[in-house]
């Protein structure tokens, strides 16, 4: 495939946990982030590893909360979100970055998206 693909997303309730996939593109690439965008907002960082490494970064929004991983073995990269809130309501992204980066700019292949709604 040429593009990354999510899954995992849906409805739930505020205080619940979701766990996101991205199935990766067959490129080469350095690392894969997690960014999402509310109605309304830009398009923001929230998660990323360095492919085949150990480096995470996740964002001060999110910290303590989500969680990136990377299975190599099988091409994913997954973000669990434990504790929602309402606030991170939002189509979430999987892309891909030939550098490692929180930078919007810095990732050139992104997935199609998938949306998460936590209700109160």
């Known amino acids: 495939q040429v593009q990354p693909v999510e899954s995992g997303g849906g409805l739930v309730q505020a205080g619940g946990s979701l766990r996101l996939s991205c199935a990766v593109s067959?490129?080469?690439?350095?690392?894969v982030g997690w960014f999402r965008q509310a109605p309304g907002k830009e398009r923001e960082f929230v998660a990323t590893?360095?492919?085949?490494?150990?480096?995470?970064t996740v964002a001060h929004s999110v910290a303590g909360r989500f969680t990136i991983s990377e299975d190599f073995a099988n091409k994913m990269v997954y973000l669990q979100m434990n504790s929602l809130r309402p606030e991170d309501t939002a189509v979430y992204y999987c892309?891909?970055?030939?550098?490692?980066?929180?930078?919007?700019?810095?990732?050139?292949?992104w997935g199609q998206g998938t949306q998460v709604t936590v209700s109160s």
């Open positions: 892309a891909e970055s030939h550098r490692y980066s929180a930078r919007r700019e810095d990732y050139l292949y």
């Open positions: 590893v360095r492919w085949s490494g150990s480096n995470t």
């Open positions: 067959g490129r080469t690439f350095y690392s």
